[in-house]
């Protein structure tokens, strides 16, 4: 069974930094496209960060510049890098990564639980 466990969310002052973290655990034989996406109270899910198996990366205008996404693919696990965190930042985040089903051939899309992170002063 697999699995996606996000930890490093809690609370910052508004120009802080946070990393999330995201690992992916169980029978992995190949990760794609691996992704964070957040929800704030009342409001859509929305993707943050997208990062490629080949690395490359694609963020929305309201987080670029400030946050950088990354990837260990030895430790199947994605990283999310916030700086100069702003109070629209807060939001429940959320962990996506597309991963091979062997017995199905084909990509799955898995979810973290989430992880809550709170910019306030």
């Known amino acids: 069974q697999v699995q996606l466990v996000e930890s490093g969310g809690g609370l910052v002052q508004p120009g802080g930094s946070l990393r999330l973290s995201c690992a992916a655990s169980g029978s992995i034989f190949s990760i794609n496209a691996m992704a964070w996406y957040r929800q704030a109270p009342g409001k859509q899910r929305e993707l943050v960060a997208g990062i490629f198996s080949d690395g490359s990366t694609n963020y929305p205008d309201s987080v670029k510049g400030r946050f950088t996404i990354s990837r260990d693919n030895a430790k199947n696990t994605v990283y999310l890098q916030m700086n100069s965190l702003k109070p629209e930042d807060t939001a429940v985040y959320y962990c996506?990564?597309?991963?091979?089903?062997?017995?199905?051939?084909?990509?799955?899309?898995?979810w973290g639980q989430g992880t809550l992170v709170t910019v306030s002063s």
């Open positions: 996506n990564a597309d991963i091979l089903n062997v017995e199905l051939g084909r990509y799955l899309e898995h």
